[in-house]
C-alpha cells in the first residue's frame, strides 16, 4: 500500500488518506480519489507481521523446553522402577 499511495501521489492522483492503518491492525490501506473525484480504496486485510524474539528471550525458551524435557525424564524414569 506505501508503493501504491507513493504511485498515485507522483502520478497527480488526489490521495484522501495516506497509506496506514483503518478499521484495526489488520486493515491497511490507502484512500484516493479517481478523476471524476469518485473515491477508492486499495488495500490489504493480513495480520501484522510478528515481533522477532530477541536472543535473550530465545534463550529463556530454550533454557524452559530443557527443564521440562529433564523433568519429562525423571518423571519416566520413577514410573519403571
Do not use: C
Not at 5 to 13: D, H, I, K, S, V
Not at 31 to 52: C, T
Not at 53 to 72: E, G, N, V
Request: hydrophobic share 30%; net charge positive.
Amino acid at each position: 500500500m506505501d508503493a501504491l499511495g507513493a504511485f498515485l501521489e507522483n502520478n497527480g492522483m488526489t490521495v484522501l488518506d495516506p497509506p496506514g492503518e483503518h478499521y484495526g491492525r489488520n486493515y491497511y490501506a490507502v484512500y484516493f480519489a479517481d478523476p471524476d473525484g469518485m473515491k477508492l480504496e486499495g488495500m490489504i486485510w493480513a495480520s501484522p507481521p510478528k515481533a522477532r524474539s530477541s536472543p535473550k528471550s530465545r534463550l529463556k525458551s530454550r533454557q524452559k523446553r530443557t527443564l521440562k524435557a529433564k523433568q519429562k525424564r525423571k518423571r519416566g524414569s520413577l514410573t519403571r522402577r
